[in-house]
């Protein structure tokens, strides 16, 4: 069963949107699990905080402000959470990374601010480099889209499952989201397209299982028992190009959240192009969950004159 206590949420100041926070808070709640907020004053962007008179606590003081009053922190109900300030940094998507790595985070929320804004942005770097799953937030582009998705949680949830070891580890993340907040599970698994001239179903002789019928068993079999008693399941296969089909069901459906696998060289900084995941993170008009393995916290090397993260204690009692 995937639990997650830890969990990281990359913020701008001053916060552009708050979908990402608000979903990180959502998740939090349900989890109850701690809530780190993180942002990056790099040398770039130095002068502006300065002339608004906002470096190092005013930052914080400003996130810690917002989240009050948009998000409603301040609450004892509320998860506890703490304000992550990393000083002079070079490089946010490293240093967001790293954090996530110190801190043992179980999950880093972050947003897109648009399908085509993905490549070389900071939400991509930390998708392909971090050390744990990374939930991609589909940053919403009109007060409409706004007002109809409160980013309070999802009401359903897919997984692309293929079968493999990284879909079997998003399955995992998929039941355990909708399973908190009683969301329908949709799973679907992609058949290639037959050759034009194969006779698939003809050929088949009686008694014997086709490959459409095999992976719907597949399907069935992968969500455990309990699971279809506590939520509305959803089994689909289909025949074509997996990204195809994940982004025509994403939008067929209205799906809010759609989980996939990722490992090693199925996901690492050159074999991302091109592929699966990829395409559907870029293209999707809903968050998308990346599972990836937790790898172990490492001692980091600190040089000299470095300036590290100026954490704050944990608020509500940390």
């Not at 301040?74 to 506890?80: C, G, I, M």
């Not at 940094?89 to 179980?106: L, M, P, S, Y």
């Amino acid at each position: 069963m995937i639990t997650l206590e830890r969990i990281l949420c990359p913020a701008p100041v001053p916060p552009e949107s708050h979908e990402a926070m608000c979903l990180a808070a959502s998740l939090s709640r349900a989890y109850k699990a701690r809530l780190f907020i993180c942002h990056c004053v790099t040398t770039a962007i130095l002068p502006n905080l300065l002339n608004r008179g906002a470096p190092n606590g005013g930052v914080r003081k400003e996130l810690t402000e917002w989240l009050e009053q948009h998000i409603g922190l301040s609450d004892p109900s509320q998860p506890r959470w703490k304000v992550i300030v990393v000083e002079n940094a070079k490089d946010c998507g490293e240093e967001i990374v790293r954090t996530a790595r110190e801190q043992r985070i179980d999950l880093i929320v972050m947003s897109r601010r648009s399908r085509a804004a993905l490549l070389g942005s900071t939400a991509e770097q930390v998708s392909r480099t971090a050390s744990c799953p990374v939930l991609i937030v589909h940053q919403q582009e009109s007060d409409e889209e706004i007002k109809s998705n409160k980013s309070e949680g999802f009401k359903r949830v897919l997984v692309s499952h293929d079968f493999s070891s990284s879909s079997e580890l998003a399955l995992s993340y998929a039941i355990s989201i909708a399973q908190k907040f009683k969301s329908e599970l949709h799973l679907m698994h992609v058949l290639p397209e037959p050759e034009e001239d194969e006779t698939e179903i003809a050929l088949t002789p009686v008694g014997v299982e086709t490959a459409y019928q095999r992976a719907a068993r597949r399907l069935l079999d992968s969500v455990p028992e309990e699971v279809y008693q506590n939520c509305t399941v959803t089994h689909t296969v289909r025949w074509g190009k997996p990204y195809r089909e994940v982004l025509a069901y994403v939008r067929e459906q209205d799906i809010d959240l759609a989980c996939m696998g990722a490992l090693g060289s199925d996901f690492g900084l050159e074999a991302l192009f091109g592929s699966n995941v990829d395409r559907v993170v870029r293209q999707a008009p809903c968050s998308v969950l990346i599972a990836r393995p937790l790898k172990p916290a490492v001692t980091t090397h600190i040089d000299v004159g470095m300036t590290r993260p100026n954490v704050e204690n944990f608020s509500q009692g940390g």
